[in-house]
């Protein structure tokens, strides 16, 4: 169960070639007072409101489409120890994987090896692997990922990672699932990032999931979308569709379909605008990890 979380919003303004770039910190906080930035940018608080775990129910996102492959039974996790132990081969993906499902009882990596297949997966390298559990450690609405999530990594397709909704025993579950192309997309997608995709990088591999992971913790939590836009409201600050910092470079034309319904296109837009802002946040660097 899930009491009220509070989150930090951290919006400052950092100059990079001499132009001014968003910078959007989520990160758990605890209730106690928080130190506000120097005259950088601003700083506010926003809690949303998180009541016992509610299973929630949303149409199906555009971007998904009928799962390939319908979850449940039959395939079993194999206990291993943790990451840092002296059982874990870093070479062996299926260590990742198992550490994994040990340390995240509700993450199952369809690992594509003996009977663990599914339509269209393809077997995981140690590399990715421990990308996957790096980014499942450090991901900063992790408390929010409170659904069943299956992961699965699939060869080339028209997209770098994809959430697709749906349930399991009747309650929302996600799969997130990962293309060849997420090595060499670049988080917040934006202007400055024109060049990147000629560059195959792990930050790359791990904002694409830490993307999709996004979508996932709004699958299970809407109301984590209605406080990010609440909070960009009270800062004054406006991301649109194709804005040059974040998503410039994104197909937004996807959504082209719903935009005979106001509301549902605005949802679709600000749920990608909070995903990249996150992926970016974590991996993109020319926001604050250039060192990744």
Known sequence: MMGNRRITLRLMSLLVLGCGVLL???AAASAGQVTYAASE???IDFTPHITPLVIP??????FGQEPLWTPGGGIASTPMPQSGDSGLDPEDPLDWFAAIEL???NVDVITCVGSEIVPE??????QEAKLVFNTLHDYILGQYLDGQVLIIRTSEADWSGLMVPTNIEGHAAS???LSDHAWRTPPAAGLFDIFDTLFRKEAYFQ???A???THAAVRFHPELLDAWEEAKASAGVELEAGDWRVGWMYDWSVYDEFQDDPELYADFVEGELFALTVAALMYDPWWNQGSR
Do not use: D, K
């Open 24 to 26: 959007v910190v989520l």
């Open 211 to 213: 993307h999709e992971l």
């Open 103 to 105: 340390l995240w009882p």
């Open 41 to 43: 940018g601003r700083q």
């Open 175 to 177: 799969e997130v699932w």
């Open 57 to 62: 129910t949303i149409s199906t996102q555009p």
């Open 207 to 209: 904002g694409t999931f």
């Open 121 to 126: 997966c393809l077997p995981w390298t140690a």
